[in-house]
């Protein structure tokens, strides 16, 4: 029933073209290899906002902030991005990185070695999009993560589809026995809340409990005090 953290969303407003959205000039900018200078651009604008904005701490205890798979397989890139994330000493003790499932399991080994390296100086982990790639069990085994978020696809299709609940029914009990916390992303509908309440996941993010919004919007969000459920919101920047 409560606010959990927010996850920093990146919206590109083109003079031409309009709303461009993550899921095209993303691949766009790793491709050209621009993919740091969007992170490094989010990472600072979440800081600016968020610190100025006073909820850090008492209100926002965590801030999710996603790592492209390109990111997270070059050792130069995560090197650049651990300097420019220490530069945000404010920021820095509420971050959760997110990766996807494939650039994790891209090379198991190495992400084990580097996730635990990278906790140590006390950065959290989550995987985002859980159940769309090649999900493995030796993933929940072995990656020092702290959470996994269910992709919305499986919330889809909860009410509908048994073997659809029996599966986020045993994922979060084993992430729950391993101490890894689960969220279920894409709630729309009080339905889903309680099938997802049933099933055993610890939060939600969603359309149920809010939608993206900049940090003026999000500000007068939490001095009004939302909904009454528990939410990673979403800030649009």
């Not at 073209?17 to 766009?28: C, E, N, Q, T, Y």
């Not at 992709?151 to 589809?161: A, G, K, N, S, Y």
């Not at 073997?163 to 979060?172: G, K, N, S």
């Not at 359309?207 to 459920?229: C, H, K």
Request: overall charge negative; proline content about 4%.
């Amino acid at each position: 029933g409560g606010l959990t953290g927010c996850e920093v969303l990146v919206r590109w407003q083109c003079p031409k073209r309009g709303a461009v959205g993550p899921d095209v000039f993303i691949p766009l900018a790793e491709s050209n290899n621009l993919i740091s200078g969007i992170t490094a651009f989010v990472v600072r604008q979440a800081n600016k906002e968020l610190v100025e904005s006073g909820m850090l701490g008492d209100t926002i205890r965590r801030v999710s902030v996603n790592i492209s798979a390109q990111e997270f397989n070059s050792e130069k890139l995560m090197s650049s991005l651990l300097t420019m994330l220490h530069q945000s000493p404010q920021l820095y003790p509420y971050l959760q990185l997110e990766i996807t499932e494939t650039a994790a399991l891209s090379d198991l080994s190495a992400s084990v070695r580097l996730l635990t390296r990278l906790r140590e100086l006390g950065l959290k982990f989550s995987i985002d999009d859980f159940g769309t790639g090649y999900s493995s069990l030796a993933m929940l085994k072995n990656l020092p993560i702290d959470e996994i978020k269910i992709d919305r696809d499986f919330i889809h299709d909860l009410l509908d589809q048994p073997r659809v609940r029996a599966i986020v029914e045993a994922v979060a009990t084993m992430a729950r026995t391993l101490e890894i916390s689960v969220v279920a992303e894409g709630v729309e509908t009080q339905e889903q809340l309680e099938q997802i309440r049933f099933c055993g996941c610890h939060e939600v993010q969603g359309y149920l409990t809010a939608r993206p919004m900049e940090i003026g919007q999000l500000t007068d969000f939490v001095r009004n005090q939302w909904s009454s459920v528990s939410v990673v919101q979403p800030v649009n920047q």
